[in-house]
């Protein structure tokens, strides 16, 4: 049985709560958040025992095996590094940390202190995402990919936090060294992430302030953004975050030497793109027949997957834990390799300091 | 008035959540009232406009806007400042985010009574709950509603971030009252109407298929209009020998979700709609609440026994208790409030 202990007990917190209580052989032993009203509600809801208003006290008390830190991105360093000196594993929300610098300190203690460690990055363990990962393993697109694009949309409308963050010039999101950015973009970015090979890759960031938010006087926020990734000549990256495109999307498209796949994260559709045409006028016929079958099965398989109960949205999140806890039951490879998350947060270091930077 | 109010017209006087729906319509009766030194606590982000308004036309009274963060102990302390009576109407809808809803709801409201604890002067605290938090589970169709009913249990189950927002948001009134002697009234309005809100309430029926489900049928919809329910909630800040009383806030000559819709559709816009009755959005709250259930939330229990339990099972209501204590009488008859509601609709376009 795993001992769950949960710090930062927010709108996240549920989540977490909610996937991990349907996860055999765990138990959540304790939450915690330094208002302790918030710890408190936490508990009552999920009928959860105990609560702690500080995080050593929860480490002491109740030895968690593992820690899932869903606090603000700002105290996800000091409250991951805490856990990982009191023996705990990790799972930490995204974010991962506030820069590289962090991550790399983070994941150093996990070692020295042969912990493990994750982030939640639940796009890349959606059912899709998994099958082209499988596709991708068996050789699909004709070899590694070369050339990645992943579109990551953001409802600033819809989103009660977006809300609260224009109308609050204090708001903790507009501390973070990419603002609104890095508290979303990883995401899109660690998807590319993925399949570079190189530590240092080359970064390119163009960033811009939409129509939207300009036409609200509000000039500080970036939210329009486009950036090239390049792994040498080897590999290539496009990465596109934007408030602004409708439909928002949450694209990726991945570029073989022979084939290509698309996966869409809101329509959890898998669709494989033949590289090679058909001779003449049936280049206009068979293309969309097969489409047009694709995407049936891939109805046919999301009704299937509803009637089995396994079309939840969060339901990357849940692999992920399932892969964290399994890799700390079984000493199994941990789902994202720390060479990932480093270069995530690498990507994003550089796009912040890109768009950002002071003249 | 019965007896001699517990301030005087020179007492100061915290309306937090002065900007939202009904705050500015508090903030002019208390001025119709007569009271002078009134401070409306927004947040930074809020508008402001129809306060500036209010000001602006009672440039000889002393009325502060103050900007701040109940989340933030300090800002409360500087809200709290030399008040005599508290109108807390600040609150979060958290949409469907149970921390959402208890941070703007129960935390703000901690904060708020924390600072209070120095300030011994303080004659009355008025908070601002809703009908939502009571529970119809063990009552009957058509039963009466009142201040005495019993409350929602398990406002988890029910799917519905507010009414657990300001159920705790009740208990924590009330525990402060307990240890501090906190002196308070408890508000719950009920379905607050009028210029201003475009939507027709959910007790009427649900859009969420695209098809429009009128469930409501022949239960009487709790209206207040906001004028009516403002002047409630001023008159409960300087009545005398309320505390801790609770009182429900609704108007005279409430409309049926039936009558509702025949004229929201004659005055606003005409749509398609279908009836549901009561016995078949039971049963589908049932399945859905068990679909649910079962998928672990892979649909949200948007329906369920309890929602269906306080919005579409039907009761009558009462304002008795607001009239005999309070000594409220509804100043905008129904009819004019739904006849200037449905102005604003049409205006507005108005949302199903």
Known sequence: MIKVGIVGCGKVADDHVALIRTIPDCEIVAVCDREELMAKQLCERFKISTHFNDVKSLLDQAQPDVVHVTTPPKSHFEVAKVCLQSNSHVFVEKPFTVNAGEAEELIELARQNNLKMTVNHDQQFTTPARAMRELIAKGYLGGPPVHVESYFGYDLGGASYAKALLGDRNHWVRQLPGKLLQNIISHGISKISEFLETDSPNVIAHGFVSPLLRSIEEYDIIDELRVIISDSERFTAYFTFSSHIRPTLHLLRVYGSKNAIEIDHDKQTLITIRGSSYKSFLEKIIPSCTYAGQYSSNLVNNVLRFVRRDLHPKSGSKYLIESLYKSITHDTPLPIPYKEIRLTMKIMDEIFSQIYRTE | ?352
């Open chain 2, 1 to 352: 008035m019965k007896t001699d109010p517990i301030i005087t017209h020179n007492d100061r006087i915290l309306i937090t959540g002065a900007s939202g729906y009904i705050g500015p319509r508090v903030v002019e009766k208390m001025l119709e009232y007569g009271f002078s030194k009134l401070r409306c606590f927004v947040r930074p982000s809020s508008d402001i406009t129809k306060l500036e308004v209010i000001v602006d036309k009672n440039r000889d009274l002393d009325i502060q806007i103050i900007k701040g963060n109940l989340l933030k102990p300090e800002d409360c302390r500087r809200a709290m400042d030399g008040v005599d009576v508290v109108y807390h109407l600040a609150a979060g809808t958290g949409d469907k985010s149970y921390p959402d809803a208890f941070l703007n709801s129960v935390v703000t409201t901690k904060n708020l009574l924390e600072s209070l604890k120095s300030n011994r002067d303080l004659k009355r605290f008025v908070s601002i709950s809703s009908f939502s938090v009571y529970s119809s589970m063990k009552i009957r169709s058509g039963a009466l509603l009142d201040e005495t009913c019993s409350l929602e249990s398990e406002p988890q189950l029910r799917y519905e971030a507010y009414c657990y927002g300001k159920l705790k948001q009740d208990e924590l009134v009330m525990e402060y009252s307990k240890s501090s002697g906190l002196p308070y009234v408890i508000m719950r309005p009920g379905v607050v109407y009028g210029p201003g809100r475009s939507t027709l309430t959910g007790r009427v029926g649900t859009a969420t298929f695209g098809l429009y489900l009128h469930l409501g049928g022949s239960n009487r919809i709790p209206l207040t209009y906001i004028d009516n329910c403002a002047d409630a909630i001023a008159i409960a800040g300087f009545t005398a020998g309320v505390e801790g009383q609770i009182f429900n806030i609704v108007d005279d000559d409430l409309p049926t979700a039936r009558e509702l819709l025949r004229l929201y559709k004659k005055n606003v816009k005409s749509f398609f709609s279908v009836y549901v009755p009561h016995p078949i959005s039971y049963l589908f709250c049932i399945l859905w609440e068990n679909y649910s259930n079962w998928s672990y939330g892979q649909l949200p229990p948007t329906f369920n026994r309890r929602r269906w339990g306080a919005y579409w099972k039907g009761n009558r209501y009462s304002n008795e208790k607001l009239k005999n204590l309070l000594e409220w009488k509804q100043k905008v008859p129904t009819d004019i409030g739904l006849r200037r509601y449905f102005e604003f609709c049409r205006e507005t376009g108005g949302t199903k």
